[in-house]
């Protein structure tokens, strides 16, 4: 999924909807937020539940392409210790063949 724009209080649940209705829970996901240049608490929301969601299926959850400010906000919070962090696309899809 590639997502453009600032994840937040607007924005977040528009994703959450389009990533709930598009997504098989059995999959993997991988977010391009290489377009991201703000994430708040709401956007972070969206990626707990995705993980949330992810987990009874041993599925992964990456993340790809942060800006460091973004990157900083999934670190400082913990997140990326149970979503798959990396620089670019491939590093996303070599991550969901890990499972």
């Not at 990456?62 to 491939?90: L, P, W």
């Amino acid at each position: 999924v590639t997502v453009r724009g600032d994840i937040d209080m607007a924005t977040a649940p528009l994703l959450w909807e389009s990533i709930n209705q598009h997504w098989v829970s059995e999959d993997s996901l991988v977010l391009d937020v290489s377009n991201v240049p703000f994430m708040d608490s709401t956007g972070l929301g969206v990626l707990i539940r995705a993980a949330e969601r992810a987990k009874p299926h041993g599925v992964v959850v990456a993340v790809v392409g942060a800006v460091s400010r973004v990157r900083k906000v999934i670190e400082i919070t913990g997140i990326d210790t149970f979503i798959f962090m990396g620089e670019s696309v491939a590093d996303g899809l070599r991550a969901t063949e890990i499972t």
